[in-house]
């Protein structure tokens, strides 16, 4: 979303942010969403949250994702369970 917002033209850019008409980009509220970060290899959770802007979804699924290059993957609506695998809700 940050290129495709300068690729417009946008000046000001914000990861996770939409691009607006007054040529910035900003966060919007998203109905409260719980975000579980779960392993392909072992089916175990690193980390869960709750995210309500498409900031806090960009940063949960950049950190669950992009930072262990695809070794996890986002369930949504989840939680880490007391066995420590992501209990959906």
């Given at each position: 979303m940050h290129s495709y917002?300068?690729?417009l033209g946008y000046t000001t850019n914000v990861a996770g942010g939409v691009c607006s008409q007054a040529g910035t980009s900003d966060f919007l509220p998203l109905q409260p969403v719980s975000l579980c970060c779960e392993s392909n290899t072992d089916?175990?959770?690193s980390h869960d949250g709750m995210v309500t802007s498409t900031g806090g979804l960009?940063?949960?699924f950049n950190g669950c994702e992009g930072n262990t290059s695809r070794i996890y993957h986002t369930v949504a609506p989840a939680t880490c369970g007391p066995a420590g695998t992501c209990v959906p809700e």
């Open positions: 917002c300068l690729s089916g175990t959770c960009w940063h949960f």
